[in-house]
């Protein structure tokens, strides 16, 4: 348990810093200068205000100082960094796997948060993201060939709607993200991360359109149910092929 409390704590303080860099990147500010601030009255935060979940949880989800409303985005956030870090123990237990784990869904959580926060996928975070996959793949012993020919499957797939759309189905951030998971699931798993986002995609954009949130003429970033469905494949994808034969078959 104490292990466990542990990880939470480390969850939630990762969490907090993630919508801080997420923040800073999109305004393009520095990671180094200057302290957290309200985003409505722009007073600079106290400690005691930026305790992950707790602090929106007791101030009542409004800043201490203009007493304006501030989002539940921040919270979700850190309780979302908390879920993906706890699965990882359940599955790798603290082993090296788990480090790696770590380290590449960290990288696809932050894809997660600005395409949900902003509608972008960021360069800054997608390209080296690309590098540090196929190092990855590289340093399991996966062969090279296969590892470019799952990232080039990935990004041609989103790069073919993009040039019919004119960019008008998805953005070309998409590309990027695509040839990501191409190199994090290889082939074998690309396909049905793929099928899955869509499929949850399109139930959740049906469901907002019914509670009248959403319309036929609003974008829905999807780069978030493609990040969901490549983490659910990391995890389980082997269990999940084999289910998704075994109904099918």
């Known amino acids: 348990m104490a292990i466990v409390f542990l990880i939470i704590i480390f969850a939630l303080i990762f969490g907090s810093f993630f919508t801080a860099l997420v923040y800073r990147l999109y305004k393009q500010e520095s990671m180094v200068k200057g302290r957290s601030k309200c985003p409505n009255c722009q007073h600079v935060l106290s400690v005691t205000d930026l305790v992950p979940v707790l602090s929106y949880v007791f101030l009542g989800g409004k800043c201490r100082h203009c007493h304006q409303k501030i989002s539940a985005y921040y919270p979700l956030v850190e309780l979302g960094t908390v879920v993906y870090f706890l699965t990882g123990y359940a599955v790798y237990g603290l082993t090296t796997n788990y480090l790696w784990y770590l380290i590449i869904v960290s990288v696809l959580y932050l894809l997660l948060v600005f395409d949900w926060r902003y509608g972008i996928i960021p360069d800054v975070i997608s390209l080296p993201a690309i590098i540090l996959a196929m190092l990855l793949g590289l340093w399991q012993g996966q062969n090279w060939l296969n590892l470019l020919l799952g990232g080039?499957?990935?990004?041609?797939?989103?790069?073919?709607q993009y040039f019919f759309s004119r960019g008008r189905?998805?953005?070309?951030g998409d590309l990027r993200l695509g040839a990501l998971m191409g190199l994090l699931l290889g082939l074998h798993y690309l396909w049905l991360a793929l099928m899955i986002a869509y499929i949850v995609g399109a139930v959740v954009s049906l469901l907002l359109m019914a509670m009248r949130d959403k319309t036929l003429k609003d974008q829905i970033a999807f780069g978030p149910f493609l990040v969901m469905a490549t983490w659910v494949m990391l995890l389980w994808g082997q269990p999940i092929l084999t289910w998704y034969f075994s109904l099918v078959f």
Do not use: K, Q, R, T
Not at 169 to 172: E, F, K, L, R
């Open 152 to 160: 080039v499957i990935g990004f041609l797939f989103f790069g073919v």
């Open 169 to 172: 189905w998805i953005g070309d």
